[in-house]
């Protein structure tokens, strides 16, 4: 007999379930007392769990206590048995025992057993009193310092109420200025524009809206533009109890729009108790323009600029930018912005001159000129050094400068995430992104890159509820799909689950990721070749393209073609790769992926020395010391050359070299992939996959 069938008999044959049952009854009343005053008092999550705790050490003591004092024997019987009787249960009882049982009894009585019940509520009483007066600092700082969170504030978009509802521009431009001038407050936590935008006309009360974004204030407002006139209202409210701390309605001309934001800025730091510097008091009152004009081309060149990254509308946004500064040469704000925008198209791959690099270096030099203390004209340099040089380091002090005057920006902190990704500094750049999110927690956007920072660090399982979190929030975001899609592939070799993921996608817009490109690795990797090369025959695409790699479909339906054994066809495409590549390495001599890109076509051209060569001279122009992330994807596309061309063990060396490092390559995507079948047999490469489980 186990001990708990044991137990169960003892508790039976001493009728005690009437006393555990009234136990578990006061237990039940007791906690659903504590439950209604942590939730009516807003005590933390723990306090219900901390009373449950306390009611489950009790059940051992009352459970004991009945043991003695109702089915135990009586004084008289404890002295009887201290004399053993042979054959009776209590035989071999000493006195030493009896006497153990009598303190027992002294010790275990009702008396005490209510006592110490009470004693536990009022413990549970003096922490729930020191919370509430003191605050979460008296409880270990458990949920943060409760002051701080009050300083918290979500402005929800402005509603447009002009006649001209394509006057929206303008009232998200408001929207825009006052979260900006909130964003220098130091210590004011401020929710950014992705995350509060999703809001407009939605349903949800801001209560619902507030513990979303995690703040205790949510501001409101409208706008209102006809002719020379502007009416705005704005509200300030706590979230917590719907109490309005400041309501105001400005009307005015809209020469004054400037003076009504900051005022809208100082109200709500005053209303939050929160102190401006003299620098930011005089940054927020500052005008970036006296001509209504360029003023307004600006915020039309803003709301281009937030749009998805298309030439399009980067290009649209520039014109608007140029516009303004013909319009008022000394408007420094636009000068930078638009500078920002000229280094995106070069980032971007939309326009790689010498002269975009130089219009944007212009613009951004006279943005500074005009005004060596603006924070937007040092982090457009920083996107400019980032971006036109991989200057991080000089990227990164443009940031941090950038971040003294704008230290709400969620904007600031991504950049140095991607920045520090550059480096080859991971998980400082992932801290950054999650810094970010503190900031912007439902931007999509830095979402998706804390995933893609997460799936080169190989923490798949992390990487994809990522992804899955930024789908919720944007269920049209096709990147995000054929990235969960890409991670389930070659991180976890859930061919079937991946190819789910990503078949949706081919019906949808066009993005930079290409659903064709990763539906033939999916295939492959199935080693369904003649299904890969059914994906692949109806691509729109001549070329799928990234800023890590420039791939003609030819050569994508080489590889296929060779795969299935078909030589002469598989020759002539990567013959048709090869003048493809040749001809923009005319164009652009120095873009590692043409070099790459040409090394594969070669290599299955049977041109070795080129091939290499060629692979060669990609890593040469971008070696991983100086960009981890493009400069790895070079290497491990020098593996796939070297393999090709039967050069093993330096395929090899290169292999292991990427799986020590956080890159695209996995272990999975080896033992998948047929690309590296010339390998299969050999020692090092299974001594590598041994390694690398």
């Known amino acids: 007999m186990n001990q708990i069938e044991r137990l169960v008999r003892e508790i039976h044959r001493r009728s005690l379930w009437q006393i555990l049952a009234i136990y578990a009854a006061a237990s039940w009343i007791v906690f659903e007392v504590v439950q209604t005053l942590t939730e009516g008092l807003g005590l933390p999550e723990w306090f219900p769990a901390f009373a449950f705790v306390l009611l489950l050490i009790g059940f051992p003591i009352v459970l004991a206590t009945a043991f003695v004092q109702e089915g135990g024997p009586s004084q008289g019987e404890d002295e009887r048995r201290s004399v053993p009787v042979r054959g009776e249960p209590g035989h071999g009882t000493t006195s030493a025992e009896a006497s153990e049982h009598r303190g027992l009894r002294r010790f275990l009585t009702w008396r005490n057993a209510i006592v110490g019940g009470v004693l536990a509520l009022a413990l549970w009483g003096i922490a729930a009193a020191g919370w509430l007066l003191i605050g979460p600092d008296a409880a270990g700082g458990l949920e943060g310092d409760r002051g701080a969170r009050a300083k918290s504030i979500a402005v929800l978009p402005f509603e447009n109420l002009s006649p001209d509802e394509d006057d929206r521009y303008f009232a998200d431009g408001v929207h825009d200025e006052i979260l900006t001038h909130l964003a220098r407050i130091g210590d004011l936590k401020v929710i950014s524009r992705t995350s509060v935008m999703e809001y407009r006309d939605s349903p949800k009360n801001l209560r619902e809206i507030a513990a979303e974004l995690d703040v205790a204030t949510v501001l409101e407002g409208t706008v209102r533009r006809a002719g020379d006139e502007v009416r705005i209202t704005a509200?300030?409210?706590?979230?917590?109890?719907?109490?309005h701390l400041w309501a105001e309605t400005y009307e005015r001309k809209l020469s004054d729009i400037f003076a009504i934001q900051a005022e809208v800025a100082q109200r709500i730091a005053r209303a939050l108790a929160v102190e401006l510097t003299a620098e930011t008091q005089a940054r927020i009152e500052g005008r970036p323009t006296d001509d209504m004009e360029a003023y307004d081309a600006y915020l039309r060149g803003e709301e281009y600029a937030t749009r998805d990254i298309t030439e399009d509308n980067i290009r649209l946004a520039i014109r608007m930018y140029e516009r303004a500064v013909e319009s008022d040469p000394e408007f420094a704000l636009a000068w930078a912005t638009m500078g920002q925008q000229h280094?995106?198209?070069?980032?971007?791959?939309?326009?790689?001159?010498?002269?975009?690099?130089?219009?944007?270096?212009?613009?951004?030099?006279?943005?500074?000129?005009?005004?060596?203390?603006?924070?937007?004209?040092?982090?457009?340099?920083?996107?400019?050094?980032?971006?036109?040089?991989?200057d991080y380091d000089g990227a990164l002090r443009d940031f941090a400068r950038a971040s003294?005057?704008?230290?709400?920006?969620?904007?600031?902190?991504?950049?140095?995430?991607?920045?520090?990704?550059?480096?080859?500094?991971?998980?400082?750049?992932?801290?950054?992104?999650?810094?970010?999110?503190?900031?912007?927690?439902?931007?999509?956007?830095?979402?998706?890159?804390?995933?893609?920072?997460?799936?080169?660090?190989?923490?798949?399982?992390?990487?994809?509820?990522?992804?899955?979190?930024?789908?919720?929030?944007?269920?049209?975001?096709?990147?995000?799909?054929?990235?969960?899609?890409?991670?389930?592939?070659?991180?976890?070799?859930n061919l079937e689950s991946a190819w789910a993921t990503l078949q949706p996608t081919f019906d949808m817009p066009t993005?930079?990721?290409?659903?064709?490109?990763?539906?033939?690795?999916?295939?492959?990797?199935?080693?369904?070749?003649?299904?890969?090369?059914?994906?692949?025959?109806?691509?729109?695409?001549?070329?799928?393209?990234?800023?890590?790699?420039?791939?003609?479909?030819?050569?994508?339906?080489?590889?296929?073609?060779?795969?299935?054994?078909?030589?002469?066809?598989?020759?002539?495409?990567?013959?048709?790769?090869?003048?493809l590549l040749e001809r923009r390495l005319v164009d652009d001599p120095e873009d590692p992926r043409f070099h790459s890109a040409l090394g594969l076509a070669l290599a299955g051209m049977g041109l070795e020395t080129e091939a290499i060569r060629a692979g060669e001279r990609a890593m040469q122009i971008l070696p991983v010391s100086q960009e981890a992330w493009r400069g790895g994807s070079?290497?491990?596309?020098?593996?796939?050359?070297?393999?090709?061309?039967g050069e093993a063990e330096t395929a090899i060396d290169r292999l292991e070299q990427m799986l020590a490092l956080p890159s695209e390559l996995t272990p999975t995507a080896l033992r998948l992939d047929p690309t590296w079948d010339p390998l299969r047999e050999h020692p090092g490469f299974r001594a590598l996959l041994a390694r690398h489980p």
């Open 235 to 243: 509200q300030l409210i706590d979230a917590t109890d719907d109490q």
């Open 343 to 390: 280094a995106r198209l070069y980032w971007y791959h939309f326009d790689r001159s010498d002269s975009i690099l130089g219009t944007a270096k212009r613009a951004i030099d006279r943005a500074l000129a005009l005004d060596p203390e603006l924070p937007e004209a040092y982090l457009a340099r920083g996107f400019y050094r980032y971006w036109a040089h991989l």
């Open 404 to 493: 003294e005057g704008l230290p709400g920006e969620a904007q600031v902190s991504a950049a140095m995430a991607y920045v520090r990704r550059r480096q080859g500094r991971w998980e400082e750049a992932a801290d950054l992104l999650r810094e970010a999110l503190e900031l912007d927690p439902r931007s999509e956007g830095i979402i998706f890159q804390l995933a893609e920072t997460l799936e080169l660090l190989r923490k798949y399982d992390e990487a994809i509820h990522l992804f899955d979190h930024a789908i919720t929030l944007a269920p049209d975001f096709r990147n995000a799909m054929i990235a969960k899609a890409r991670v389930l592939a070659r991180g976890r070799g």
């Open 511 to 579: 993005s930079e990721y290409s659903p064709v490109f990763y539906g033939v690795l999916i295939q492959r990797y199935g080693r369904d070749f003649s299904n890969a090369l059914e994906i692949l025959e109806g691509a729109g695409e001549e070329v799928f393209e990234t800023q890590f790699y420039y791939v003609p479909r030819t050569l994508v339906r080489a590889s296929v073609l060779d795969l299935m054994a078909r030589s002469e066809a598989a020759l002539a495409a990567y013959d048709s790769a090869r003048v």
């Open 634 to 645: 070079l290497v491990i596309d020098h593996a796939r050359i070297l393999t090709r061309v």
